[in-house]
């Protein structure tokens, strides 16, 4: 596990899909205001963090390998704030696309006494224009064409920078380069990702992707459902995340539950991006989709100990997994 954990230094990996700011107003809530039953929040703090696509960046990062991320901001004052962020960070900023008719999305959550207490988005949802998801496409062949990648990440948060053009050109591309790629998908685009490696829904994205009920402790619905998906796709492997039931990976080499940690649960925001950036390196680095799949709910359980999102941390996950 020691060597796994090095080789990720030497991996570079693209990550597409939508970026966001994520806004923290912390305070404390004393009394109800006199103008709406709703609590009055004396702020102590803020904080702007990476969100979305770019906190699985962040994971990357974390676990020692080179992210770069492929995405649209806005030619506003938050992208500006975004790119601050990104370069606060070390991170590359090439793979970006400002666009003046899109805002960058922002997050704001307000938390109180260590629980978030509402949460503000100012966002659009719209799919690229073809001549914008043709610039984010020559983006990405020239990352392709510039680096070394052995990982692609599709993190789909239905924000419009992930089209179904999009998808099937990066993935033809991905087949003909020899690149692995990982979805975590949402549910507008849950059906084009066909022939990838990894796909990584959790429980709301495949019942509403199925339109059908599943129960996460009915291991038969579970593995039936995760069949037929697997089946449609044409995806080597699915994980699918079961919360606090674990994880359920099906593949070509057979079936396999994996179980959850208990943790004492503070925040379950960001886990998936923490799960799709540690699978992705984990198959990059040559391990199988099982002992993948186990390090993967390992690591979602680690960040979801914290409030707020935050990325993993890799001498901690290291010890966790040697332990396992």
């Not at 003046?100 to 659009?124: F, G, L, S, Y």
């Not at 053009?165 to 975590?184: N, P, Q, R, Y």
């Not at 709301?204 to 995760?226: F, R, T, W, Y």
Request: aromatic share 4%; with cysteine.
């Amino acid at each position: 596990m020691t060597n796994i954990f090095e080789k990720f230094n030497s991996l570079n990996v693209l990550i597409i899909g939508d970026v966001m700011i994520d806004s923290y107003i912390w305070g404390k809530v004393e009394r109800i205001s006199p103008e709406a039953p709703v609590p009055v929040v004396r702020v102590t703090k803020k904080e702007n963090r990476l969100g979305g696509a770019a906190n699985v960046a962040l994971n990357i990062q974390a676990l020692g390998a080179c992210p770069y991320i492929c995405a649209v901001i806005g030619d506003d004052s938050d992208g500006e704030n975004f790119l601050s962020l990104l370069k606060a960070q070390g991170l590359s900023e090439e793979g970006l696309i400002k666009i003046k008719t899109r805002p960058t999305t922002v997050k704001t959550r307000i938390i109180a006494h260590n629980k978030q207490i509402a949460r503000v988005d100012a966002e659009t949802e719209r799919n690229l224009s073809s001549s914008n998801t043709l610039l984010v496409l020559n983006k990405i062949k020239q990352i392709i064409a510039d680096h070394r990648i052995d990982a692609i990440i599709f993190e789909d948060y239905d924000k419009g920078l992930i089209t179904e053009e999009l998808i099937d050109k990066t993935v033809k591309l991905s087949k003909e380069m020899g690149i692995i790629t990982v979805v975590d998908p949402k549910k507008r685009n849950f059906h084009a990702y066909k022939g990838v490696q990894l796909f990584k829904p959790n429980l709301k994205e495949l019942k509403e992707g199925l339109k059908i009920e599943v129960d996460p402790l009915n291991i038969e619905q579970v593995e039936q459902a995760v069949n037929r998906l697997k089946k449609q796709l044409g995806a080597k492997t699915v994980m699918l995340t079961l919360s606090e039931h674990g994880v359920y990976v099906s593949s070509e080499n057979g079936n396999k539950h994996i179980l959850a940690h208990k943790r004492t649960i503070a925040d379950v925001s960001g886990a998936g991006d923490t799960v799709i950036a540690t699978a992705a390196l984990c198959l990059a680095a040559g391990l199988n989709e099982f002992k993948t799949a186990e390090i993967a709910n390992l690591a979602g359980g680690l960040v979801c100990e914290h409030v707020g999102v935050v990325p993993i941390d890799k001498a901690r996950l290291l010890r966790e997994v040697k332990d396992l």
